[in-house]
Nanobody
Framework: QVSLVESGGGLVQAGGSLRLSCAAS????????MGWFRQAPGKDRECVAG????????YYEDSVKGRVTISRVNANNTLWLQMNGLKPEDTAVYYC????????????????????WGQGTQVTVSS
């Protein structure tokens, strides 16, 4: 069992930056691959970025490549999402998630692969 709490969302102008944080408690985060998802009103939830247990492998959704960086520090049980060059279409609730795999290099890219979810943090980008 692991609990996830996101922070760092807010209102930012287009072109600005935000850094989202996810604090994990319970089992060590090093047991899980982790990811950031987002869901905008009327749209399906999508995986923005994912990272393997050790941080060696990452995944980025095409629309955020080059603008977003996912990172983790297992010793601190913390996951981050650095977002630069934000666009109005990035507006959504962002969720931190964790999943299990016996393969240490695995990165989940769809929601069904993840077992634990945070409560979400709102990101709003104004034009």
């Amino acid at each position: 069992q692991v609990s996830l709490v996101e922070s760092g969302g807010g209102l930012v102008q287009a072109g600005g930056s935000l850094r989202l944080s996810c604090a994990a408690s319970g089992r060590s985060a090093s047991n899980f691959f982790m990811g950031w998802f987002r869901q905008a009103p009327g749209k399906d939830r999508e995986c923005v970025a994912g990272i393997s247990r050790t941080g060696g492998n990452t995944y980025y959704e095409d629309s955020v490549k080059g603008r977003v960086t996912i990172s983790r520090v297992n010793a601190n049980n913390t996951l981050w999402l650095q977002m630069n060059g934000l666009k109005p279409e990035d507006t959504a609730v962002y969720y931190c998630a964790a999943g299990s795999s016996s393969v240490s290099s695995w990165v989940g890219t769809v929601g069904v692969e993840y077992d634990y979810w945070g409560q979400g943090t709102q990101v709003t980008v104004s034009s």
